[in-house]
């Protein structure tokens, strides 16, 4: 319904409701999946005419990380349409890996009425929200909806941090009558650092002989500005794994840097005599609690966001700046130095290293394939072939995971969704879902173990339904892998399960679904890529993938090192 304000423009009207989802649709909000009850459903109603597309998923907790990985893929905002109390909770898991990941999203939730201090809905939905690291807001009254609104949208945009804005039922009922449309300029602001930080960091480059840089999230857009500076000061790149693909087609790239690393990226790194990170944490992940920096390597960050520099290790020098016009001003003051065209770390002979082993697929590999499992290198390896190339890989938690995150390509940091900042199995399948959407061009790739796609399958009908030819691996172990080989020499009953049949399962939510023991057994596979090729297939693929024990992967052995 519309109505028409003094000034006889149309306005949204006629309730706050009404108003809450139009601004939010005029503000460039890009998706909002969710769950919706009496609470939201006005809410969510509103964006959809504001032109907003809306994806109905089958938990609250699955909408959160879908709307966390379309953000994060999309560069747009993704919207989360919850129901007060229970709706809130049980999307608080994906909340709180956004909220740890700093990704940008709002989450649209209802409110209890500040009277109803009785209703079995009623929590302390502000001292939840906030206790997982995301900012409340809410809205207000009628009189201050579109400043609320807006003030919930910039700062999330400017701030980079996942905002659920609260609205009581009662307020969102209110009678509200706002003219529009509301446009609100909401860029994020890009620190310039300052000349002296600028020419420090210069003369720190110019003395290494063999720099490495490791670029995270917060340098996803810096990439051509962070090889053109490598390049002349001779360092090597390489990625947090978050940024996995940011310099796929640099001959000096080493790929991700951490656990994920091959035995010669580790090697390179190690001999590194000066290690810079841009917008990246350097945490235990990334440098391998440590053992990734040599005894007198110098580290240098570089970050936009001043808690982040020396947050997880000392650092010589923390340099406060956008990574991308960092690297353009230290590159200036290189090239007027003439100091520029340095070889550095970039020999023929690292050259030719990078090229023959940094690669996990060039790792050779010892099949512990048996008569009825497959080894879970061999199947990678044999997918990695078979897919198209042009895909957004999105990886679940746990002991598989190294496999799809080593041995799958991708083309370029939008090709590789990572939600791992909370660590929690369960969130693969919607992350999946959520970059399928952000990037409907190409073939979304799901890497899983078998426990955190059961967690999660019940989202396997949102893709279904959207026609999503989504190609699902799951890794199949029958068990929590992680603890299994964690605790060896414990009783194993609580985390080990008898044999399912996800190709089975897969195929009741109306998927394809596919067995695989053996290399032989891809064949379907081959067929369905064939199909998608050609028509585009309108449905998802799961491979239920019956995998050897690998006795505990390396990278996991080492973070549970340091607990």
Not at 433 to 448: E, T, Y
Request: proline residues 5%; charged residues 20%; contains cysteine.
């Amino acid at each position: 319904m519309t109505a028409t304000g003094a000034s006889g423009e149309p306005t949204y009207g006629p309730t706050v409701a009404d108003v809450v989802g139009r601004v939010l649709a005029d503000l460039g909000a890009g998706h909002v999946f969710g769950v919706v009850g009496s609470g939201n459903f006005v809410l969510t109603e509103a964006l959809r005419r504001g032109g907003v597309p809306y994806t109905a998923t089958r938990h609250e907790g699955g909408a959160a990380t879908m709307a966390d990985a379309y953000t994060r893929m999309s560069g747009r905002v993704g919207v989360v349409s919850l129901h007060q109390g229970c709706g809130l909770t049980n999307a608080m898991t994906g909340i709180g890996e956004a909220a740890k990941s700093r990704t940008p999203m709002i989450v649209l939730t209802a409110d209890s009425p500040a009277a109803a201090l009785r209703s079995n809905f009623r929590i302390d939905q502000d001292a939840l929200v906030r206790s997982v690291g995301a900012v409340s807001d809410r809205v207000y009254s009628a009189a201050t909806a579109v400043a609320d609104v807006t003030r919930a949208f910039r700062t999330a945009v400017t701030q980079r941090r996942t905002v659920v804005l609260n609205v009581a039922i009662d307020i969102a009922a209110a009678a509200c009558s706002v003219a529009g449309p509301v446009e609100a300029a909401v860029v994020p602001a890009r620190v310039r650092p300052d000349g002296d930080s600028v020419a420090r960091l210069a003369e720190i480059l110019r003395a290494a002989r063999r720099p490495v840089f490791v670029a995270g999230r917060g340098a996803r857009d810096a990439g051509p500005a962070l090889a053109e500076l490598a390049k002349a000061c001779g360092a090597l790149v390489a990625t947090s794994a978050v940024a996995n693909g940011l310099f796929i087609d640099d001959e000096f790239a080493l790929g991700i840097s951490g656990g994920f690393s091959s035995p010669a990226t580790a090697e390179l790194i190690t001999g590194a005599d000066l290690i810079v990170g841009w917008g990246c944490a350097l945490n235990n992940w990334t440098m391998r609690h440590g053992r990734l920096i040599g005894p007198d390597t110098r580290i240098v960050q570089v970050d936009d966001d001043i808690e982040a520099l020396g947050a997880h290790r000392p650092i010589e020098f923390g340099m406060l700046g956008d990574c991308a016009a960092t690297a353009r001003d230290v590159l200036a003051e290189l090239r007027s130095s003439d100091s520029a065209g340095a070889i550095g770390y970039r020999t023929a002979n690292t050259a030719d290293l990078i090229a023959k082993s940094s690669r996990w697929q060039d790792v050779p590999v010892v099949d512990s394939s048996t008569a009825d499992r497959i080894d879970p290198r061999v199947l990678t390896i044999a997918l990695d072939e078979i897919l198209p190339p042009e895909r957004v890989v999105s990886i679940d938690s746990g002991n598989f995971m190294g496999y799809p995150a080593t041995h799958l390509s991708v083309p370029d940091e939008l090709g590789f969704c990572f939600t791992q900042a909370f660590q929690s199995i369960g969130l693969g399948l919607h992350t999946a879902i959520g970059a399928a959407f952000a990037q409907p061009h190409r073939l979304p790739v799901l890497g899983a173990g078998d426990g955190g796609f059961l967690m999660a399958i019940a989202e396997l009908e949102t893709a279904v339904r959207a026609g999503l030819p989504l190609v699902a691996i799951v890794y199949n172990d029958s068990a929590y892998g992680a603890e299994v080989h964690h605790f060896g020499d414990a009783d194993h009953t609580t985390v080990r399960f008898p044999e399912t049949d996800i190709a089975a399962i897969a195929g009741g939510f109306g998927a394809a679904g596919v067995t695989v023991r053996s290399v032989e057994d891809l064949a379907p596979v081959r067929a369905w890529v064939e199909g998608y090729r050609h028509a585009g297939q309108p449905r998802p693929l799961v491979i239920d993938a019956k995998i050897t024990s690998d006795g505990g992967a390396w990278w996991l052995a080492e973070a549970f090192a340091g607990h």
